[in-house]
């Protein structure tokens, strides 16, 4: 299933990583648990969600949210 969201620098991460969840059914407990598999780095759902909340989601960690909830990003010439 395709979703086009188109981002700007107005973007709100929290609100954009929160409707992926959303739409996938899935907690940011269980987000952080699936992190912590792929990257075989430890992410507790408290520091996730804070790292959502501040905005300060590294690139590398937003798209292994995205690969996680069955996303990908794409970058586009403007």
């Known amino acids: 299933m ?3 969201i188109d981002i700007d ?6 609100e954009l ?5 959303f739409r996938n059914k899935i ?3 269980e ?4 992190m912590s598999v792929l990257s075989g780095k ?6 996730v969600r804070a790292k959502i909340e ?7 960690e937003m798209v292994l949210i995205c ?3 069955g996303y990908k990003l794409d970058i586009h010439e403007i």
Request: hydrophobic fraction near 45%.
């Open 17 to 21: 990583v929160r409707l992926l969840l």
């Open 31 to 34: 987000l952080a648990r699936r």
């Open 42 to 47: 430890e992410y507790s759902r408290f520091n």
């Open 2 to 4: 395709a979703i086009n």
């Open 67 to 69: 690969e996680i909830l």
């Open 54 to 60: 501040k905005g300060t989601l590294k690139f590398s």
């Open 27 to 29: 907690t940011i407990a």
């Open 9 to 14: 620098s107005k973007t709100d991460i929290n």
